[in-house]
């Protein structure tokens, strides 16, 4: 079952670029949020948002509930935004876990 | 700060070993979540766990079984371990309500069975 498709899968960029990742998913949801994985491990969340847009710094998420469609966009970006990113969401059926997309490796090359 | 620990980074063991995996947190959350990560599969629910002493199928829980006797406190275990099983080890936390918070995550174990 493939509830939470991420694309594209790997995405080579020169800095400064402006950057989009999707995430479409194919179940009802009541959030959804937008994580981040350096090199080594560690996974910190960017975003969560349930209607849309919501902007920090150069990175920018919008959802589109009725489409079932978000997007992360990075503006100027840069070598250290180069990571993977997940998209996951919440469920609307009760009470149940997130449910990931399987990543969008991002590389930025100086 | 909030905090989620792992007891280990890497971790090397020998098929047929029994092998733990600690995750700690400080910031009080109901529920705790482990994962495996592997390449081309992101990342899968193995167990998670609402409250102490309570614990819950994920999606692939064969060959694991979990502990949570303290709040704070969720053990990921591995009864005999085999060489599928190697893999990146995440552990989470998060408030009740699921993912309605935000969840934190421990730096991962990396685990080799040879």
């Known amino acids: 079952k493939n509830e939470v498709e991420q694309s594209p899968q790997n995405l080579t960029a020169q800095e400064g670029e402006f950057i989009t990742i999707n995430c479409s998913y194919s179940v009802g949801i009541s959030a959804l949020h937008w994580l981040q994985q350096h090199p080594g491990g560690g996974i910190v969340s960017l975003f969560m948002?349930?209607?849309g847009k919501k902007k920090h710094g150069r990175l920018i998420a919008t959802i589109n509930i009725q489409e079932k469609h978000s997007s992360l966009h990075i503006t100027a970006s840069h070598p250290r935004d180069s990571a993977v990113y997940i998209c996951?969401?919440?469920?609307?059926?009760?009470?149940?876990?997130?449910?990931f997309g399987k990543g969008t490796r991002l590389s930025v090359i100086a | 700060d909030v905090k989620v620990t792992q007891s280990s980074r890497y971790l090397v063991k020998r098929t047929g070993e029994k092998v733990f995996l600690e995750c700690v947190q400080d910031m009080d959350h109901e529920n705790m979540f482990w994962y495996r990560q592997d390449p081309g599969l992101g990342l899968r629910l193995i167990y998670f766990s609402y409250d102490v002493k309570m614990k819950e199928k994920g999606d692939i829980p064969e060959g694991y079984s979990v502990s949570r006797e303290k709040k704070e406190r969720f053990s990921l275990i591995l009864e005999s371990a085999s060489t599928n099983q190697t893999s990146m080890y995440l552990c989470?936390?998060?408030?009740?309500?699921?993912?309605?918070?935000?969840?934190?995550f421990g730096p991962g174990t990396r685990l080799t069975v040879t």
């Open positions: 996951a969401v919440v469920p609307w059926s009760g009470n149940t876990p997130l449910v």
């Open positions: 989470a936390s998060s408030l009740t309500g699921q993912g309605a918070y935000e969840q934190y």
């Open positions: 948002l349930s209607s």
